[in-house]
Each structure stands twice: as C-alpha cells, then as structure tokens.
C-alpha cells in the first residue's frame, strides 16, 4: 500500500511565478491536510479537505495561495506570484476519517525555493 | 496555540529507554493524546495514539496519567535513528478538527 506522495520533491522559482504542488492520498483516504515548515521552525496547518469541498483553511493566507481537491486526481497547492518568504517545506498528509478521528499520514515534503 | 507543553531538548544513551513527557491540563474528556516525530528532513510519522489507557504497539508505549493531565511517551531502547522532534497532540475524536504542532521535544540519541 503506498503510502502518501507528494511531487515535486523540491521546486525552485523565480520571485513572481506560480508554485503547484501535488499530493496524492494513501489509498482509500479521502481527507488532505497541508502543512508549512519554514526552516527551523515547527509545522504550522494550512487547510483541511476533502473530496471537492475545503473544510476549514483558517491557517491558508488570503491571497496568493489556494488549494482543491478534485473528485479525481490529487490535491493541489497553488501558490500565485511567490516570493521569497514562501520559501519552506510544504508537507501534505491524508487520514482514513476527518481530522482527529484517525491518524494522519504525511508525505515527504516538497521544499520550495523562491529565489 | 498548541494545547501542550513539552520541554524543548532531551539527550537519552544509546541503548537506554527514552522518556519523553507532555503536559496537557486542560485535556477535555473526548480529546485524544497522539505522538509524532519528525526526523530531519522528513515529513512527520505517527507514533501512537491514547485516550485514557496505557498504550504499546512495537515502536513505543504511552503512558497516561490516571487525571490525563499529562503523558509520557517511552521508547523502550532508543538507537540512533530515533534521534528525532518529537510532538505530543491532543485532538477530539470528531470530524473537522484541525491538527495543532507545537514547537516538539528536540531528542538527541547518544552513542
């Protein structure tokens, strides 16, 4: 069973583009989470989804940054005209239930440079 | 705000049990203690999970006190990949509630 996957692994950009990033759940899970880490600091919650609905994106910025989770394929973390301070390891993780009801599994990470 | 308290660093012998605590006084009755760690550069794994009773599977045993106020995660013979942040979590057992990291317990294994 596979577990959650995220690409790119690491992602470099140019102050002013657009960053996507993938996560694709384990198997049969239909919740997604989206963590941030910037460096030396602990993981901060961004957005909570499931199929086609956000549920909670308290932790999300209100502009630039955005995500979904289609009916089909994996969830997207877009992020419009980085800058450097985007700069950060991004972690997706999926769980079996909603959020605190079952154990969250992550990926391993995509870094984000914004150069 | 994280909703538990845990101390910043820790060192532990090769080979010796690891004990790692977590205060969380003001635990409510349907809230769930989990334990994570994140090794460098890694993204976070699950460790276990308790409400009121002790807990072992084959990483680690978890260890609650009788008010729940605060636990203690043990890993029984640390080596050195287990060198590692580690984070205590409290999260209801019901839908929509988000996932909260403090800052973890830094655990330093020495050979």
């Known amino acids: 069973n596979a577990g959650v996957m995220q690409n790119p692994r690491h992602l470099v950009r140019r102050r002013g583009q657009e960053a996507r990033l993938r996560c694709s759940p384990m198997?049969?899970?239909?919740?997604v989470y989206w963590y941030r880490q910037l460096p030396e600091e602990g993981l901060k919650f961004m957005v909570y989804?499931?199929?086609?609905?956000?549920?909670?994106e308290s932790g999300m910025p209100k502009e630039r940054f955005s995500a979904e989770f289609p009916k089909e394929g994996p969830s997207i973390l877009r992020i419009q005209q980085v800058v450097r301070g985007d700069s950060a390891a991004y972690f997706c993780?999926?769980?079996?239930?909603?959020?605190?009801?079952?154990?969250?599994?992550f990926g391993p990470g995509t870094r984000l440079t914004v150069l | 705000d994280a909703k538990t308290t845990q101390p910043t660093s820790m060192d532990c012998a090769e080979g010796r049990a690891a004990n790692l605590p977590c205060n969380h006084s003001t635990i409510s009755g349907n809230e769930y203690v989990y334990w994570y760690r994140q090794i460098h550069s890694q993204g976070p794994q699950y460790i276990i999970h308790g409400l009121k009773n002790n807990e072992t599977n084959e990483m680690a045993s978890l260890i609650i006190t009788e008010d729940r106020k605060s636990s203690t995660l043990i890993l029984p013979h640390a080596t050195l990949r287990d060198t590692a942040v580690y984070y205590c979590?409290?999260?209801?057992?019901?839908?929509?509630?988000?996932?909260?990291f403090g800052p973890g317990t830094s655990l330093s294994v020495i050979p």
């Open positions: 989804l499931q199929k086609e609905n956000i549920i909670d």
């Open positions: 993780a999926s769980s079996l239930e909603g959020a605190g009801t079952d154990t969250q599994y």
């Open positions: 198997k049969g899970h239909s919740h």
């Open positions: 979590i409290v999260s209801r057992k019901t839908s929509y509630d988000k996932v909260i």
